[in-house]
């Protein structure tokens, strides 16, 4: 029931980044400055770009050798997700979580979510790999500065 109710989110999301991307491109060309498109989920709460997020749970043991093995895969993947957007690295050390998302407008958050997030299927299956992690799960939210 979650993902579905995800899946309908994102998809409303899209729908009217859409709709505002037509309008904000509109006035673009009569103002030449291109503001970013907002998007309302109710009132006073606008965003204007959208995150995806890969989480998992790394083990302590064995000298964290779960957390080494999971920034490697995270290095491995980081060219491709730069190139979608902004890439951020959360660890903790009290609840073992890692965590990497990577934000973009809302504007190009739809192509990339058709593109299946990619590389999120092949950096799932290679944390999937490595002893010590647990918990793999996505998400997608608004991501806006304050």
Not at 70 to 77: D, E, F, I, S, T
Not at 124 to 131: G, N, P, Q, S, T
Request: hydrophobic residues 40%; contains cysteine; charged residues 25%.
């Amino acid at each position: 029931m979650a993902h579905a109710l995800s899946a309908k989110f994102t998809q409303s999301i899209a729908t009217r980044a859409l709709a505002n991307t037509r309008n904000t491109r509109h006035t673009a060309r009569l103002t030449t400055v291109r503001p970013m498109a907002s998007i309302t989920i109710v009132d006073g709460v606008d965003f204007t770009h959208i995150a995806r997020e890969f989480r998992c749970k790394w083990s302590a043991d064995n000298d964290k050798a779960s957390l080494a093995a999971a920034q490697k895969v995270l290095n491995k993947h980081l060219p491709a997700l730069k190139a979608k957007g902004e890439v951020q690295r959360t660890v903790c050390g009290g609840c073992l979580d890692f965590k990497v998302n990577t934000r973009l407008s809302a504007e190009d958050f739809g192509a990339w979510e058709a593109a299946g997030f990619a590389p999120e299927a092949e950096f799932l299956a290679d944390l999937a790999k490595i002893d010590g992690i647990t918990n793999i799960e996505t998400q997608t939210y608004t991501l806006m500065p304050q």
